[in-house]
Each structure stands twice: as structure tokens, then as C-alpha cells.
């Protein structure tokens, strides 16, 4: 099984900065990929930053110049960065990967997709 363990969240003023950080643990041949997602109730969860293991980045327009996303292959953690943070910010951020499992899965190279449980994130105006 593959765990991934988010933590770093909080309550912020507008304009501060938070540092997210998610690690993976488990059965890991290798992780392909992986990236934030938040979401705010009654709301589809959204993409807001990924990152490949070969280090190419995607962000969401609304979080482009203020976010940072950024991974230490080492550790199979990922981080996010996040300056200049705005109410609108205000979500529960969710990590994910797309994993090689340590097990048959890695002769076949297939990944699996996992999530973390979350950390709240709230931006007070």
C-alpha cells in the first residue's frame, strides 16, 4: 500500500505564505508524477499545481506567480510553495500521485493513482 501524508497547513492573513508538503510511503518503485489539488464544499475539486519526476511544472492560472510547486525525488515528497495568498485560496488542498508500486507493478511500469487526506488551508482577509 502507498500512503501519502500532507501537512503544513493553517490559518494565514491575506498576502502571507504557507509551505505544504506531502510524503509518500509504502510499496514505491518509483512515482511518475505528482501534484495539489483543493477543494472548497459544494465545489469541484480542482487542479492547482503538478509536477513530473523528470521536473516539468503545470499550474492553474489562478495560482501562476504566487505558487510554487517543487519535489525531492529522494524523499518522494512534494511541496508547495504558496506567497501572496488571497481568501480565494481558502480550500482543503488534497496531494496526488501517480505511483509505480514496488511490487509486480514495477516490471510492468503501470502507475496507480493515490490521494492524501488533505490539509486545511484558510486565508483571513
Known amino acids: 500500500q502507498v500512503q501519502l501524508v500532507e501537512s503544513g497547513g493553517g490559518l494565514v492573513q491575506t498576502g502571507g505564505s504557507l509551505r505544504l508538503s506531502c510524503a509518500a510511503s509504502?510499496?514505491?518503485?518509483?512515482?511518475?508524477?505528482m501534484g495539489w489539488y483543493r477543494q472548497v464544499p459544494g465545489k469541484q475539486r480542482e487542479l492547482v499545481a503538478t509536477?513530473?519526476?523528470?521536473?516539468?511544472?503545470n499550474y492553474a492560472d489562478s495560482v501562476k506567480g504566487r505558487f510554487t510547486i517543487s519535489r525531492d525525488n529522494a524523499e518522494n515528497t512534494v511541496y508547495l510553495q504558496m506567497n501572496s495568498l488571497k481568501p480565494e485560496d481558502t480550500a482543503v488542498y488534497y496531494c496526488?500521485?501517480?505511483?509505480?508500486?514496488?511490487?509486480?507493478?514495477?516490471?510492468?511500469?503501470?502507475?496507480?493513482?493515490?490521494w492524501g487526506q488533505g490539509t486545511q488551508v484558510t486565508v483571513s482577509s
Open positions: 509504502g510499496s514505491i518503485f518509483s512515482i511518475k508524477a
Open positions: 496526488n500521485a501517480d505511483v509505480v508500486r514496488g511490487d509486480s507493478d514495477k516490471f510492468l511500469q503501470v502507475p496507480r493513482n493515490y
Open positions: 509536477i513530473t519526476s523528470g521536473g516539468s511544472t
